[in-house]
């Protein structure tokens, strides 16, 4: 896993213990795809965040391409995309991805 990869994921993890400490009724379900993209072509490597329940994923994308961000992008288990914005890697913390879960498997 790459260096880069593994410090967001265990960001990630960590605002997903935050969400789960403030919303126990919502269960979400967080992945690492470290091959997946690549063996389909992309040059990128994506973390997830389900919320099986809600039919509501986040998709936090890391691409060789554009090493200091990140995009999120808000959508359903059947990949449809609702809204996609972009991140600074050094500044997306915690708070941030805590923020972004609660709106979209709150509101």
């Known amino acids: 896993m790459k ?3 593994q410090h967001l ?3 990630v993890a960590r605002a997903n213990d935050v969400f789960y400490s403030k919303f126990e009724h919502v269960d979400t379900l967080m992945g690492i795809m470290d091959k997946t993209l690549r063996n389909q072509g992309m040059k990128a490597d994506a973390i997830t ?3 099986i329940a809600l039919d509501k994923k986040i998709v936090i994308l890391l691409h060789d391409d554009k ?3 990140v995009n999120i992008a808000l959508g359903n288990k059947e990949g449809d995309i609702y809204s996609s914005s972009e ?3 050094a500044k997306l913390s915690e708070t941030a991805l805590v923020e972004i879960m609660e709106t979209n498997f709150i509101s």
Do not use: G, N, T
């Open 9 to 11: 994921s265990e960001i």
């Open 3 to 5: 260096k880069a990869l």
């Open 49 to 51: 965040i389900d919320c």
């Open 67 to 69: 090493p200091d961000v």
């Open 87 to 89: 991140y600074e890697l």
